[in-house]
Each structure stands twice: as C-alpha cells, then as structure tokens.
C-alpha cells in the first residue's frame, strides 16, 4: 500500500515570497507523483507530474518540484508567489504497474497555502 | 472541449434515503474514477472502471455504496439508506491511455445527510 505525508496543513506567505509545499511517500513499490490544486469550490488540477527521468519537473503556473528517491520526497515550489496561487494543494502517489496509464490516485491530506498581500 | 461533468452540484437528503450522483466523463476517456472529499477524511478513492475490465471496488466504504457506468461512459454513484458520515464531496474523474496517469476531475457534488 501507497501513503502520502503533506507536512504542512496550512503555509501562510506574503505575495511574491517564495514558498515550499513538502511531500514525502512511502511505499514497498515504485510510484508516480502528482501535485494537484484545488481553488474554492472547484475539482482538482493537475500542477505537475513526476513519471520518469530528470528529477526537476516544471508544471503550470511557475510551479516545479523535485523527486527524491533517497528522501522519498516530492516537494513543490515557487521561486515567487501571487495571490492568485491561494488554494488547496495535494500531494498524490499512482503505483506504478508498468505498461498501463491507469491508477488509483491516494493523496496527501493537503495543504492550504494562502497568500497575503 | 467540455470536461467532465457531474450532477447534482449540490444535494441535500434525510438519512435514511438513497441518493444517485452522475458523472460525464471526457468523451473518449476509457477509464473513470469516484473520489471522495470529507473533512475528517481527506481525499479518498472509492471505485474505479476501466474499458470492459470488472472495476475496481476496493474503497467503498460498505455495501451501501455502489457504481454503475453504462455504455462505457456516464457514470452513476448510488449510496443506500445514507447516513451522515456520508456527507461529502464527491469527485469524478477520468483519463485515457496515453494520458500518462493525469486525471481530470469534475467539480464534485457536494452532499449533505440531515
């Protein structure tokens, strides 16, 4: 079995600070990585996703985060936040079963990130 | 295009009754999940379908919940005899092969047992 560890429930920041969202997973399998956001009222966007190759991954809207194998972490940044970057935002976890593109997403308990002016 | 839809967008029910959520996924999408939303909770994984494949059942929660997905595309969500630890949000989503395990998630039906 998968699990995700968000371990910050809320981060407050101030616009144009840069910001953290930290990740970490266990599981006795290899995984896939997503971050996804959620605004107020809305489902869920994918950010970004970490499948294979270079550990860096860039996603939409200035976000990127690197996987760590040894720390089994996925940790989200941004170099400069804006007030419209306040939401929710899940860490999340596919098993990889090789050769298909299907899975069961298990999140993190998420983390609201809310920026100040 | 038009992504993935579901109705109501909000219910509220007495405990006790049945409910029918619906999800219309991504025309194309060959494979559908239901997710639900709760504050003590989290985001949990209640069903998936796939193609033809038999689903994948393995989080609802009790037999109460169901899922049906006719035709290989709307999906429908059915909870008996509710309780009110069902309340919740509820999120569909689907993908197809070649996606890379992106999901695309609807906005949920919000649902609240009295």
């Known amino acids: 079995a998968q699990s995700v560890t968000q371990l910050d429930s809320q981060v407050p920041v101030f616009e144009e600070a840069p910001v953290e969202l930290r990740c970490n997973y266990s599981s006795s399998v290899s995984v896939y990585l997503f971050w996804y956001v959620q605004y107020p009222n809305q489902g869920l966007q994918l950010l970004l996703k970490?499948?294979?190759?270079?550990?860096l991954v860039k996603g939409i809207n200035g976000f990127e985060a690197e996987f760590n194998k040894s720390q089994t972490s996925f940790h989200l940044r941004k170099p400069s936040v804006h007030i419209s970057d306040t939401a929710e935002y899940f860490c999340a976890v596919i098993k990889n079963a090789g050769g298909t593109s299907y899975g069961k997403l298990t999140f993190g308990q998420g983390t609201i990130l809310t920026v100040h002016p | 295009g038009a992504g993935v839809s579901q109705s109501p967008s909000n219910k509220v029910t007495e405990k006790g009754k049945d409910v029918e959520l619906r999800c219309d996924p991504i025309?194309?999408?060959?494979?559908l999940y239901w997710y639900r939303q709760s504050l003590g909770q989290g985001l949990e994984f209640l069903i998936y379908f796939q193609g033809n494949s038999a689903p994948d059942k393995s989080g609802l929660p009790s037999d109460r919940f169901s899922a049906e997905r006719t035709g290989g595309s709307v999906s429908t969500l059915t909870i008996q005899r509710t309780q009110q630890e069902d309340s919740a949000v509820y999120l569909c989503a689907s993908t197809y092969s070649g996606q890379g395990y992106e999901q695309y998630f609807g906005p949920g039906t919000r649902l609240t047992v009295t």
């Open positions: 025309s194309g999408h060959t494979a």
């Open positions: 970490y499948l294979s190759g270079s550990t």
